[in-house]
Structure formats: structure tokens, C-alpha cells
């Protein structure tokens, strides 16, 4: 279940995603470059946060969700025999666009990590999609799915990486941009709450 945090968003019927692949340790038993891996979660997510209608039900009638921005960074990736394991933090936000201003409606930033199998034709299939767990339990919650894939030890130092690195503001800030520029939007300004300053975008 996905966890929402109740900020301000902006959304639309079309998803935008991208990912930073920045891993200090990849080790691949397996014949996949980080462009192929970078295009597995970017496919993932896409799905995942493909639901229009439950955060359009979330949002405030005067301020409705149009539209979603994705930006997932990827810490690390293993691999052994045909699993694949990826680690991630995925920062969500979905968007009002009303005239010349751009309002966030709801979002978050949540960690996880995908679990894929590959078959004898080469190709992958999500096994599990684990996200870190909130309050308390998020720190050991973390830290238990840093694991590798198959014989289940603990990737040194894992843990403290996405903790420290959990949240890529310009990544996401920059997926924001992009969007507007492939709608041919200029003049839009962001505005992060109702009563903030306006930020310009385009």
C-alpha cells in the first residue's frame, strides 16, 4: 500500500518518469546494462503509480490532481542466478495546472526495492515491489531489505546510503521542467503550497 503524504499536487493522464542511476556496488551476475535496469524500474513505476482516479478521490475538489511527476533514484542493483534486485527511492507528486501556475497537490518520497526473475527467454518479471515502512519501523525496515536477492546477506553500508540519500529535489524539479517543455507549457510557475511564492519553471 502506498504511503501519501498530504502535501500539495498536480496530475495528469499522462506519466512522467525518470530515473538517476548513481550505484557505488552494482554487482550483476546477470548480462543487463544500467540503461536496461534504469528502463525495468521506469517501467515499474509507471504502472504502480498508474492510478489516476485514487489520488483524483484524495485531492480537494477546488484543488483536483491533473497530473503526476515521477523521479526515482537508484542506489544499487544485484543480481544472482536469474534474481535481480534493485534498490530505489521513488519521489511522487501530482499537480494542479490552473493558467500560468502549477500547484502540488499531495505527494511523497518513498524507498523500496524491486525483486525481478528472469525466465529462460531473457526477459524479467516483477516478483515483489517492498517499500520502506513509516514512522518508527522506517529506519529497520530499510535496512532488513538490503539484502542480496538470492542467499539473503546484508549489503554493507546499503542502508545508510539511501537513508542519507533518500530525497533528489532537483532530479524531480528537473522531471517537473521537462514535462511542461514536451506540453509546450511556458510562462508556468510553481507554486509548492497556497501560500507560497511563486517559483518560475518555464
Given at each position: 500500500?502506498k ?16 530515473c ?53 533514484t ?11 534486485k ?9 499537480y ?45 525496515s ?41 506540453h ?5 510557475s ?13
Amino acid at each position: 500500500m502506498k504511503k501519501i503524504a498530504t502535501v500539495f499536487i498536480v496530475l495528469s493522464l499522462v506519466l512522467l518518469s525518470a530515473c538517476s542511476v548513481t550505484p557505488e556496488s552494482g554487482h550483476l551476475e546477470l548480462e543487463l546494462s544500467e540503461e536496461q535496469i534504469a528502463q525495468l524500474v521506469d517501467e515499474t513505476n509507471l504502472e504502480y503509480y498508474d492510478e489516476f482516479s485514487e489520488y483524483k478521490s484524495l485531492s480537494d475538489p477546488a484543488f483536483p490532481a491533473e497530473f503526476p511527476i515521477i523521479a526515482t533514484t537508484i542506489h544499487d542493483y544485484y543480481a544472482e542466478k536469474n534474481k535481480l534486485k534493485i534498490f530505489i527511492t521513488t519521489d511522487y507528486a501530482y499537480y494542479n495546472r490552473s493558467e500560468n501556475i502549477v500547484t502540488l497537490v499531495c505527494g511523497g518520497t518513498v524507498p523500496g526495492t524491486l525483486v525481478y526473475i528472469e525466465d529462460s527467454s531473457g526477459k524479467f518479471f516483477l516478483e515483489k515491489y517492498l517499500e520502506a515502512e513509516d514512522g518508527e519501523t522506517h529506519v529497520s525496515s530499510i535496512k532488513k531489505y538490503c539484502t542480496t536477492p538470492v542467499s539473503g546477506k546484508t549489503i554493507e553500508g546499503l542502508a545508510s546510503r539511501i537513508i542519507e540519500n533518500s530525497y533528489d529535489s532537483e532530479l524531480h524539479r528537473q522531471k517537473l521542467i521537462d514535462y511542461l517543455n514536451e506540453h509546450n507549457l511556458k510562462g508556468i510557475s510553481l507554486r509548492e503550497y497556497p501560500e507560497a511564492e511563486l517559483i518560475p519553471l518555464t
